[in-house]
């Protein structure tokens, strides 16, 4: 359980891109298209939702949850940093080499898995300061 | 200060300050230097040769001399790796940039195209990775009062 929690997690929007991107073959008109019928606000203002947008929208969801794992400092998320590592210098080669990965859904994909990164040491290195390192009850 | 800076900068700007001026005085002067590779730059230019022990004589290239200075800076990463300050946190971030850098420049630069790019590439993505696990790892150790 836990050494499946240390997976970067953001490789399931890349990877649930890729599937549609090889089976419907024009990615970006699969973006733009609507999802769902347009939402009349109460406002009286139209809300479109696209298939982009539910795909950043989920992003950010995960990566809320990888910010979150980033506060542990156990061995395990020294992996955990390393893998996301990968993930995004695979996200950043697909973007330049992939013709399926250049738009800019998945463009914003990769700064996300770029801030997961960043921000993921950043934390662990913040939080491990204050930890005095009692070894974990096993 | 100036410690704080990613020091594989230096070795990816000795790489492409070679790269894009060699050709220019490196070359005979009937070649034209747009012809001069840049693979042939770093593995043809014999910095000196030393006739070993073996009698076997060992050449050091441009390209060898290019890697040196890439390992050496490594080292230095590792060693600044260890410290646990704020600052730190600013110089990885650095850290991945430089790597961004590297890895754009490879895949899209026809000057950077060559196996000594690949590598200075694959070092600086070590610093990344080896810069915020030993820093983690020391971190942890680190008792730190009013840090």
Redesign the interface.
């Known amino acids: 359980m836990q050494l499946a929690l240390s997976l970067p997690l953001l490789i399931i929007p890349v990877l649930f891109y890729f599937i549609i991107a090889f089976y419907s073959g024009d990615m970006q008109s699969v973006l733009d298209s609507a999802l769902i019928a347009d939402v009349i606000l109460r406002s009286g203002g139209i809300w479109k939702l696209t298939v982009g947008d539910v795909f950043i929208l989920l992003t950010l969801l995960i990566l809320f949850v990888e910010v979150l794992k980033a506060t542990r400092v156990s061995t395990v998320s020294l992996i955990d940093h390393g893998l996301s590592t990968l993930l995004f210098v695979g996200c950043l080669i697909s973007f330049i080499v992939v013709k399926e990965a250049s738009t800019s859904t998945f463009f914003l994909i990769t700064v996300m898995t770029l801030f997961d990164v960043i921000a993921g040491f950043s934390i662990s290195l913040r939080a491990a300061r204050r930890d005095i390192g009692f070894p974990a009850p096993t | 200060m100036i410690l704080n800076l990613p020091w594989i900068i230096v070795a990816f700007l000795f790489y492409n300050g070679v790269a894009l001026f060699a050709g220019y005085w490196g070359s005979a002067p009937d070649v034209s230097p747009a012809d001069v590779s840049p693979a042939d730059i770093f593995q043809k230019t014999e910095l000196f040769s030393i006739v070993m022990l073996s009698e076997i004589a060992w050449v050091f290239t441009l390209g060898d001399c290019v890697l040196l200075v890439a390992l050496l800076a490594l080292f230095v990463e590792i060693l600044k790796a260890t410290q646990?300050r704020s600052l730190?946190?600013l110089d990885?971030?650095l850290s991945?940039v430089v790597f961004?850098i590297c890895?754009?420049e490879f895949?899209?630069v026809d000057i950077a195209g060559t196996s000594l790019f690949f590598f200075i590439t694959v070092i600086a993505?070590i610093d990344?990775?080896a810069?915020?696990?030993v820093?983690?790892?020391a971190?942890?150790?680190?008792?730190?009062v009013g840090?």
């Open positions: 646990t730190a946190i990885h971030g991945v961004i890895l754009i895949l899209l993505l990344v990775i810069g915020f696990s820093g983690i790892r971190a942890k150790r680190d008792f730190n840090g």
